[in-house]
Nanobody, 114 residues
């Protein structure tokens, strides 16, 4: 019954911001490192950001460092991806992933275009 339910995707202009959410259930979220991936058309799936179970440590792909912030609220069983200064090359389907648990969200489309 593991579920990862994403929301927050959509169409945004270059330079704009979006906040993605992934609501988790069916496992002990507070013990689980979480990740965000993305996949653009014709490209390999790319690891965007990671966060440890406590939220104390985060890591980012070089392509998003300084623009994206991963965070979590363990009381709400939710992981977030705040995306600022968006670029057209950020256009992709974004997925959350529960590390070691091995479950993926359904994906949410982010399109950055004028």
């Amino acid at each position: 019954q593991v579920q990862l339910v994403e929301s927050g995707g959509g169409l945004v202009q270059p330079g704009g911001s979006l906040r993605l959410s992934c609501a988790a259930s069916g496992f002990t979220f507070s013990n689980t490192d979480m990740r965000w991936y993305r996949q653009a058309p014709g490209k390999e799936r790319e690891l965007v950001a990671t966060i440890t179970s406590t939220g104390r440590r985060t890591n980012y792909a070089d392509s998003v460092k300084g623009r994206f912030t991963i965070s979590r609220d363990n009381a709400k069983n939710t992981v977030y991806l705040q995306m600022n200064s968006l670029k057209p090359e950020d256009t992709a389907v974004y997925y959350c992933y529960a590390f070691l648990i091995g479950y993926w969200g359904q994906g949410t489309q982010v399109t950055v275009s004028s």
